[in-house]
C-alpha cells in the first residue's frame, strides 16, 4: 500500500470567511478532483463535495477564474447549444460568495441567439468527511439528501447543510438512479436544483442558491467585529498590493471560540488548521502588532481560557501551559503503510514554545498602551505561565526540551514539527528531549517581558509575590543565556553560528537552519553573535533570493522541497527580518523583505505556508510547494513586517 498522498492546493480557487471555506478546481469546478482539493468546508468538515453546474446536460467548458477574498467568478461557455457561426453563443457566469456558515451560488446565462430555452441545473452532493480524511485523500460517504418545499438537506452526526433556491421557478430532481446509466445528462447519483431558463440577446437568465451549513459540536465560530483598519489598501506598488491582499486573507480567518465568542483570533491556516493553534495564533498577532490590538488582545484571552491546570501525559497538559491546538474531536491522521497514526485528543498541548510566545506577546501588548484593562486582567494566567516557564527548563542542559511521551503525538513540538526536522549534517535524525535553539530565545525573551509586567502591576503598595517573581524570571533569563552561549554555539568552515537544537544527550545540531534567525530581537544574543546570525542567514546556503532557507544546502538531508528540511517558509523569514530590525539591521532586513515581495509576486500575488528552497540563481522565479496552505495566518501576517522593512 503507498503512503496517502495529501492533495495539491497550489493552483485550486479559494474563498474564505472563518469558519466557512470554498475550494475550487483549477477549472472553477466543485466535484471531485484527483489533482487537488474540492469541496465547501465548515469549521473542520467537508459538508459539500459536489456542485456541478449544467445546461441542457452538459457542464460548461470553463474559461477564466478570478478570486478575491470571499468571492470567486467563474467564467464558462455552454458549448453543446449551437449558433449561427462557430462562435461560442452561450456565455455562463458563475458567482460564489461565502460568508460564516453561508455559500451563496449565482448563476447567469447570457446569449448572442435571439431566443434561448434550455434547463439550468446544479447537481449536489454532500459526505461529512472530516478534514483530517480529506487531507489524506480519502472521501467520505455519500449522504442521501431529504428535500421539501423546493429545498434539499442533507445531516449527519449533528452536521446539516440545507440547500435553498434564492430564485423563484426551481424545481427539486432527486429520480435519478445510481445504478442507471440513463441519467439524462444529470451527474449520476446527484440530486440537483433546476430551472427552466428562457433568455435572448441582451436578456439574460440570472438565479441564486445558497447553502446553510451548521456544526452542533464545533469549537470555533466567526469572530465579531473585524480588523483595524490602517488603509494599506491604498498604498501602492508592489509591497501595498501584497499588504493589502494579506490583510483581506487574515480577515477571513478571524474566528473565536464557542467557549469565548469575544475574543478574536486568526485561524491557523486554510483548509487543514481552521481552528486557534497556540504558536500559529500568537506568531500571527505578533507579527500584526502594533497594527492590530484588538487581535492580540482577543488572542491572549481566547489561548489562556483553555491554559493547563492539571498533568495529563495523554494530552500532554500541564499547570499554566498554553495549549498547541483546539479541535472538536479527536484528530487521527495516518501516516502511511507502516500503520503509524498521530492521534492527538481535542484539546492537545503538545507544544513547547507557546506558553513563551503567550509572554512574549502579553508583554508587548502591554508596552503598545493600548489594551491595559486586558493585560492587568490576564495577570493570573501570566503568572501560571511564568511558573510553568519556571520548571520547564529541565533538558539537557537546563534549557526547555520536549519529547512525545505518547507514542501518537508530534514527535517534534516546535514550528518545525515533521518527523525529520531535526537532524545533523550528515541527515541522522535527532533523539530526544530536544532543545530547540529558538526556543531558548523565546524563554528568554519571555521572563524579562513577564518580570517587567509584574513588575509594572504589583501596585506601589505590596505585590511582593510578584517581586519574587519578577526576580527570580529575570535570574532565569541570565541563566539560559550564559547556558545557550557555552552549549549552543559550534564552527565549521563558514565560521560560528548557533546550532538548531540540542539532542537528549547536549550534543548539538552540527548544520545551520533558519532557526537562528528567531534568535535576533530576543536579547539572547550579544551585538557580535547577532552580527554572525545575520551574516550566516543570507548567505547563499540559508538565503535562497527569495526566503531563507529551513535548512542549509550544505547538509545531507537537503532537499528545496522538504517541509521542512530546505524549503523556504514566509513567517520563519519574515521573524528573522522582524529580528534584523530590532538588533538595527535594516539594510539586511529590507534584502530579505524584498526576496519574500519577489516570491509572492511569483506565486499569485501572496505569501503561501511556504514555498520551495530553490534559489534565484536555479530559477527566475520562486516555486510553489502544491501542498501548501493558503491563506496561512502567519504567512499573511508576515506581510506587515515585510511593508515595515521596506517602509512602505
Not at 441567439?113 to 459526505?127: N, Q
Not at 508583554?363 to 511564568?386: C, F, I, K, N, Y
Not at 516557564?389 to 514527535?411: I, K, N, Q
Not at 520563519?572 to 530590532?582: C, E, K, Q, S
Request: hydrophobic share 45%; proline share 6%.
Amino acid at each position: 500500500m503507498s503512503a496517502p498522498l495529501q492533495p495539491s492546493l497550489h493552483r485550486q480557487h479559494i474563498a474564505v470567511a472563518a469558519p466557512t471555506q470554498l475550494w475550487l478546481s483549477a477549472e472553477g469546478r466543485l466535484a471531485p478532483d484527483p489533482a487537488g482539493l474540492t469541496g465547501i468546508f465548515h469549521a473542520d468538515t467537508r459538508f459539500l463535495d459536489h456542485a456541478a453546474v449544467t445546461v441542457n446536460g452538459a457542464e460548461p467548458q470553463p474559461v477564466g477564474v478570478s478570486a478575491a477574498g470571499a468571492r470567486v467568478t467563474v467564467d464558462g461557455l455552454a458549448r453543446n447549444i449551437a449558433g449561427p457561426t462557430l462562435d461560442p453563443a452561450v456565455r455562463v457566469v458563475q458567482t460564489w460568495t461565502v460568508e460564516p456558515g453561508t455559500v451563496r451560488h449565482t448563476i447567469e446565462l447570457s446569449t448572442s441567439l435571439p431566443e434561448l430555452a434550455c434547463t439550468l441545473a446544479v447537481h449536489l452532493g454532500a459526505d461529512f468527511a472530516p478534514m483530517a480524511a480529506v487531507r489524506v485523500g480519502h472521501p467520505g460517504d455519500p449522504v442521501e439528501p431529504a428535500h421539501d418545499a423546493g429545498r434539499l438537506a442533507w445531516e449527519r452526526g449533528g452536521r446539516r447543510a440545507v440547500a435553498t433556491p434564492d430564485t423563484e421557478g426551481a424545481s427539486v430532481s432527486t429520480s435519478i438512479d445510481r445504478d442507471s446509466d440513463d441519467t439524462d445528462g444529470f451527474p449520476s447519483g446527484h440530486p440537483a436544483l433546476v430551472w427552466s431558463a428562457v433568455l435572448g440577446r441582451g436578456k439574460p437568465f440570472r438565479v441564486s442558491w445558497s447553502v446553510a451549513l451548521e456544526d452542533a459540536d464545533a469549537v470555533v465560530r466567526a469572530a465579531p467585529g473585524g480588523a483595524e483598519e490602517d488603509g494599506a489598501e491604498s498604498r501602492p506598488g508592489a509591497v501595498g498590493r501584497l499588504l493589502a491582499t494579506s490583510l483581506q486573507q487574515l480577515a477571513g480567518l478571524r474566528l473565536a471560540t464557542t467557549r469565548l465568542p469575544d475574543a478574536p483570533f486568526v485561524a491557523a491556516g486554510a483548509p487543514w488548521y481552521f481552528t486557534l493553534f497556540g504558536r500559529d495564533s500568537l506568531w500571527s498577532a505578533r507579527l500584526l502588532l502594533p497594527r492590530d490590538t484588538a487581535l492580540a488582545a482577543g488572542t491572549l484571552r481566547a489561548l489562556a481560557a483553555y491554559q493547563g491546570s492539571e498533568h495529563v501525559p495523554e494530552s500532554a497538559e500541564e499547570p499554566g501551559k498554553i495549549p498547541h491546538e483546539i479541535r472538536a474531536g479527536e484528530l487521527v491522521v495516518d501516516h502511511g503503510p507502516g500503520g503509524d497514526q498521530l492521534r492527538l485528543p481535542p484539546v492537545y498541548y503538545g507544544t513547547v514554545d507557546a506558553t513563551a510566545l503567550w509572554l512574549c506577546l502579553a508583554g508587548e501588548l502591554s508596552r503598545t498602551g493600548r489594551a491595559p484593562d486586558t493585560v492587568r486582567a490576564l495577570l493570573p494566567a501570566a503568572r501560571r505561565a511564568a511558573d510553568w516557564l519556571l520548571a520547564s527548563a529541565t533538558g539537557p542542559g537546563g534549557f526547555l526540551a520536549y519529547r512525545d511521551e505518547t507514542g501518537h503525538g508530534l514527535s517534534n513540538q516546535g514550528w518545525k514539527d515533521s518527523a525529520d526536522a531535526m537532524q545533523f549534517r550528515d541527515g541522522r535524525r535527532a533523539e530526544g528531549p530536544i532543545a530547540l535553539a529558538e526556543v531558548q530565545g523565546y524563554a528568554h525573551q519571555a521572563a524579562l517581558e513577564a518580570a517587567a509586567l509584574f513588575e509594572e502591576l504589583r501596585g506601589p503598595g505590596g505585590g511582593e509575590g510578584l517581586r519574587a517573581q519578577a526576580a527570580e524570571l529575570r535570574e532565569f533569563a541570565a541563566g539560559i543565556r550564559a547556558r545557550f552561549r557555552e552549549s549552543f554555539w559550534v564552527e565549521d568552515g563558514a565560521r560560528r553560528f548557533p546550532a538548531m537544537a540540542l539532542d537528549g544527550g547536549g550534543t548539538p545540531l552540527d548544520v545551520a537552519g533558519s532557526n537562528m534567525g528567531h534568535l535576533l530581537g530576543t536579547g539572547l544574543l550579544d551585538a557580535d553573535e547577532a552580527r554572525l546570525v545575520v551574516d550566516r542567514l543570507l548567505g547563499d546556503e540559508l538565503f535562497s533570493g527569495y526566503g531563507i532557507r529551513t535548512l542549509s544546502t550544505a547538509a545531507a538531508g537537503y532537499w528545496p522541497l522538504s517541509y521542512h528540511c530546505g524549503s523556504v517558509w514566509s513567517h520563519d523569514t519574515a521573524i528573522a527580518v522582524r529580528g534584523m530590525l530590532a538588533e538595527g539591521f535594516r539594510a539586511e532586513a529590507a534584502t530579505v523583505a524584498r526576496g519574500l515581495v519577489r516570491a509572492a509576486e511569483s506565486l499569485g500575488g501572496s505569501l503561501p505556508e511556504l514555498f520551495s528552497g530553490v534559489g534565484s540563481a536555479e530559477s527566475a522565479r520562486a516555486l510553489a510547494y502544491p501542498a501548501a496552505c493558503r491563506p496561512q495566518a502567519w504567512s499573511a501576517a508576515s506581510a506587515a513586517v515585510v511593508a515595515r522593512a521596506l517602509g512602505a
